[in-house]
């Protein structure tokens, strides 16, 4: 059959098995890719936990920290607790309370500002207080409402 009696649905087929064709290349030479680099966009980053545990409310689990940290997270009190073992010691190191960490719908806004008149930073340095975090729902909460007045 010459290009002349071709019909318009095999042409169209004939374009979806070249996408097709290009596509399964492209994925194979990331594949390739990947496996010469040995991290990226298919493999498991290296920070996970080395041991994990649940129970009704509870998670436990363990990092590869070196610092022989374990976290416990109470998901009904909206408390995480962080042990260490300092020598033969059990050690508690840092509780937080997340409550108003989960009012937080997006952390990546840094036109944000405290009481202070300062940005809270939410991503990257050393955290923030529960306070600041409340700080950050609120406007943040304040910055949605007035888009939506917006629109």
Known sequence: MDAAEETRGERWARRVRHALSAAVVALVALLALDAVRGEGLFSVPTAQATAIAAAPNFITLSTPT???????????????CVYQMRGDTLRLV?????????????????TIRGSDGKPIKIEGGSGVTTQEAKEYADQLQKYMDDAEKKR
């Open 66 to 80: 070196g610092a022989n940290s374990f976290y416990i997270i109470d998901s009904a009190e909206e408390v995480i």
């Open 94 to 110: 840092s509780v937080r309370n997340f409550t108003k960490d989960t009012d937080i719908m997006d952390s990546s806004i840094e």
